[in-house]
């Protein structure tokens, strides 16, 4: 069955460390994939896009991986700060010619301790 | 507009009612997607609209749900005949095109009482 694999487990990290979060996927071939961040009681923001033929994207302070052979991405805040405390959600779409609607993992809870 | 608006932002009803949720997506979106996520659980789909092209109703739960997409702008979620199950925060988003980020409301929170 199709599965998007978020750790359910709150990552806690002390500011000014690199947090990584992992998003694992089975049975599904992505176009591309999508992170967002979500606060408590608010809609999830979008932060990065990555293409299946892209490895990586950075955007400031974030990076993305994409391994489509481990299926596999890992994103990166670096330098964290106690306002990137939020829940993190990975989203992908489901094959290259249905490119349009996004199928979401359940989020990681980050928390950063000053 | 700016973003993306719902309304209401909160609702209760009773159980057995209908209720109709809005949204308006950002000016010049073609597609709109509507989610549901229920108190510590991800996002479930809906349904999608994508310009003039039928929509992609795979995600209602039951023929309760219906939505509709006027004029290619304004979308409402209708559900019928209300049921507990059904409290949660409803979610809409509008993104330029496939294959962009969406860009989500704030939410409207549905009780069934």
């Known amino acids: 069955s199709q599965k998007i694999e978020q750790n359910s487990e709150a990552l806690n990290i002390q500011e000014g460390k690199t947090a990584t979060l992992t998003c694992n996927y089975t049975?599904?071939?992505?176009?591309?994939l999508q992170w967002y961040r979500q606060d408590p009681g608010r809609g999830p923001v979008f932060l990065l896009l990555i293409r299946e033929n892209e490895k990586e994207k950075r955007k400031e302070r974030l990076k993305v991986t994409f391994d489509t052979t481990l299926k596999q991405s890992l994103f990166h805040i670096t330098a964290s700060q106690p306002a990137d405390s939020a829940t993190y959600l990975c989203?992908?779409?489901?094959?290259?010619?249905?490119?349009?609607?996004?199928?979401f993992g359940q989020g990681t809870t980050l928390q950063v301790k000053p | 507009g700016a973003g993306v608006s719902q309304s209401p932002s909160n609702k209760v009803t009773e159980k057995g009612k209908d209720v109709e949720l809005r949204c308006d997506p950002i000016s010049g979106h073609t597609a709109l997607y509507w989610y549901r996520q229920s108190l510590g659980q991800g996002l479930e789909f809906l349904i999608y609209?994508?310009?003039?092209?039928?929509?992609?109703k795979s995600g209602l739960p039951s023929d309760r749900f219906s939505a509709e997409r006027t004029g290619g702008s304004v979308s409402t979620l209708t559900i019928q005949r209300t049921q507990q199950e059904d409290s949660a925060v409803y979610l809409c988003?509008?993104?330029?095109?496939?294959?962009?980020?969406?860009?989500f409301g704030s939410g409207t929170r549905l009780t069934v009482v």
């Open positions: 609209f994508q310009g003039n092209s039928a929509p992609d």
């Open positions: 049975n599904y071939s992505p176009a591309y």
């Open positions: 988003a509008s993104s330029l095109a496939e294959g962009y980020g969406y860009t």
């Open positions: 989203a992908l779409t489901h094959g290259s010619s249905n490119t349009g609607k996004l199928i």
